[in-house]
């Protein structure tokens, strides 16, 4: 079990710094750059690694360095791309670390595809959900607070309730002896 752990702790902990990213970006209202160029390239890097014992010869460990170069080259230009002052006006800020996230997320799924690598696929397809729970979860967090409100409200009144049966119970018990 702790093998299996630390055999897929590079892919969680891609995750938790994708989702961290958009959060933190999320409440300092301005978009990461060097942050998400960084995150891609060790997304590639540990898509190299984890498939380099699987890689026989030296003829298709540079194959494998080389595509995965020009993949995780081609996903950085498009972020970038998403990055320029005339595209940044169209976008507000959140939305951009939402952008970016979903396009690492695709280049992450397609480099598992291009890998044959479930971990590598599922890692991109997490992200990639992440994008709308984020989305929905910062709408709905004004639902959840009222919601909230409301269970301790009837939590206390329930509670309140309960604490007065007892003792109008105990004072006609009394009165009728």
């Given amino acids: 079990m702790a093998q299996f752990l630390w055999q897929q702790l590079p892919y969680a902990v891609a995750l938790v710094l994708a989702v961290a990213g958009v959060a933190y970006t999320n409440v300092s209202h301005q978009p990461l750059v060097g942050y998400w160029e960084f995150l891609a390239l060790a997304i590639?890097?540990?898509?190299?690694v984890t498939k380099w014992p699987e890689t026989q010869g030296k003829e298709a460990q540079l194959r494998l360095i080389w595509t995965q170069a020009l993949h995780w080259i081609a996903v950085l230009v498009t972020m970038n791309i998403m990055l320029m002052s005339g595209v940044q006006q169209l976008l507000?800020?959140?939305a951009t670390g939402l952008v970016l996230l979903m396009l690492l997320a695709l280049g992450t799924f397609l480099a598992g595809i291009s890998l044959l690598s479930l971990q590598i696929s599922f890692l991109g397809l997490a992200m990639g959900v992440?994008?709308?729970a984020i989305s929905w979860l910062k709408q709905s967090v004004f639902f959840f607070?009222?919601?909230?409100?409301?269970?301790i409200g009837l939590g206390i009144t329930f509670w309140l309730r309960q604490d007065r049966r007892?003792?109008?119970?105990s004072t006609d018990n009394q009165m009728e002896a």
């Fill in 44 to 48: 590639g890097v540990v898509c190299v």
């Fill in 92 to 94: 507000p800020t959140p």
């Fill in 130 to 132: 992440t994008v709308p």
């Fill in 145 to 151: 607070l009222l919601g909230a409100v409301l269970l």
């Fill in 166 to 169: 007892p003792a109008a119970a």
